[in-house]
């Protein structure tokens, strides 16, 4: 995880297509509360800093790498602002001794949060603004010598190319069968491949999903069935609790609807180990 600091302080709202609740000192208290709920799940985080790169994006980790059984790999940003995070990454993964299986390079991008691990064999990716037909085929010829199989499948453009939808903007994974979705946005043949996988579907509310720019359905599991969600959307965590879920809220308007990024995004899971 990388704390937001001075580097989201001087962030231009219109360059980085922030919304109107951008306020970046209300975002980096809002990080805090963020924080210390992931750190109460147990979870152990290895720590980016923000030393005024100019990096504003880079507090969202979960895009620059993704993470699979054979190592890291190191992706290629579609968002030309946020390339120079992908070596950042790559100090991280070394000074932690991960090893790095390899890297998505141009005319090849793909961000993680086009990323979706359906089970420890299956990866799918959403093809769209960030996330390319050239990138996706390396991740298949990387991945599929070991046995994973990489499904590619077209996101819609809904808002617009210098807005963020990526394919966990439709889709949050809660356990191994169960998932929170947005399925009018959902690309039709994943939605048919999860239904065809046992998983479970909840539907998001769509009037909290749209009063949230998505962010309403951004959820973070850190244990299965024990998530994280940005408060103030009832109806989707009561949803979440009817399945059995384990629901915790932080304030997240300036930080996550304003940065269009949320719990999900905040976080690079690295390692989830067996309970
Ligand atoms: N995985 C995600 O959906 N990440 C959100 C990234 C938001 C960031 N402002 C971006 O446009 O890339």
Not at 122 to 137: D, H, K, P
Not at 198 to 211: K, N, Q, T, W
């Amino acid at each position: 995880m990388r704390r937001p600091g001075p580097s989201l302080h001087a962030a231009d709202p219109e360059q980085w297509h922030y919304g109107r609740n951008f306020d970046a000192a209300k975002a980096i208290d809002q990080y805090a509360g963020f924080a210390s709920l992931v750190m109460a799940s147990g979870s152990t985080i290895l720590w980016m800093d923000d030393a005024g790169d100019g990096l504003a994006d880079a507090m969202f980790t979960h895009d620059p790498s993704l993470v699979s059984d054979a190592g890291a790999i190191l992706l290629n940003m579609g968002k030309a602002l946020r390339r120079a995070e992908v070596d950042a990454h790559e100090r991280a993964y070394g000074n932690a001794r991960i090893p790095i299986l390899g890297r998505i390079v141009d005319p090849g991008t793909v961000e993680g949060g086009d990323c979706v691990w359906l089970d420890d064999k299956t990866l799918v990716v959403g093809r769209g603004i960030r996330s390319n037909e050239a990138g996706i085929a390396q991740l298949r010829a990387m991945l599929s010598v070991r046995g994973v199989e990489v499904h590619g499948f077209d996101l819609p453009l809904w808002q617009g190319e210098t807005a963020c939808l990526h394919l966990m903007s439709v889709i949050s994974p809660l356990d191994d069968d169960l998932a929170l979705v947005f399925a009018p946005l959902l690309p039709a043949p994943f939605y048919q491949l999860l239904k065809s996988s046992g998983i479970a579907l909840i539907e998001a509310p769509e009037d909290e999903f749209r009063a949230s720019n998505g962010l309403s359905l951004n959820v973070l599991a850190t244990a299965p069935r024990d998530v994280i969600m940005i408060g103030g959307f009832d109806a989707t965590r009561r949803a979440m609790e009817a399945a059995g879920c384990r629901v915790s809220t932080f304030a997240g308007d300036a930080l996550c609807i304003a940065c269009e990024g949320g719990p999900t995004c905040l976080t690079r899971p690295i390692l989830r180990q067996a309970s």
